[in-house]
């Protein structure tokens, strides 16, 4: 469990799974813990709940779907909105086209997002605003 803040902010540093450059998946993927993606995947991603996890996109990573994670870095394509209930990074190869719903944003020179930047204050406030539908894989 998380006390401090600066720990909150941060994302984990543990990657678990991999999905190499040269792997496609369609369809939707739940995980725990830390998963880099360098492939592309048409389908929603989301963290196992009351599970707190990390995804790291590559600039080679390509993402048609939902994200719902604690803590996202992304240096690759998203397509679709990116909720994130702790920590967003955008680095500089980041290309977004969808809303970025974030606590905490770090976004580099270089990052682009085609859609809004929504700061979350409470889980009430952001539950309200991302009940949107859920695209299938």
Do not use: W
Not at 20 to 48: H, M, P, Q, W
Not at 78 to 92: D, F, K, N, R, T
């Amino acid at each position: 469990m998380f006390f401090g803040s600066d720990k909150k902010s941060k994302p984990q540093n543990r990657i678990d799974s991999l999905i190499g450059a040269g792997t496609k998946i369609e369809g939707n993927i739940i995980f725990s813990g830390g998963l880099r993606v360098d492939g592309g995947i048409k389908g929603n991603i989301s963290e196992a709940s009351d599970q707190p996890s990390t995804l790291v996109l590559s600039e080679q990573a390509r993402i048609e779907g939902v994200i719902r994670v604690s803590h996202v870095v992304v240096n690759g394509a998203v397509i679709g909105p990116v909720h994130a209930h702790e920590y967003v990074e955008l680095q500089s190869k980041s290309r977004v086209t969808g809303d970025v719903f974030y606590k905490t944003l770090e976004m580099h020179v270089g990052a682009i997002i085609e859609g809004k930047l929504v700061h979350r204050e409470d889980d009430a406030a952001a539950q309200s605003i991302e009940a949107e539908p859920v695209v299938s894989g």
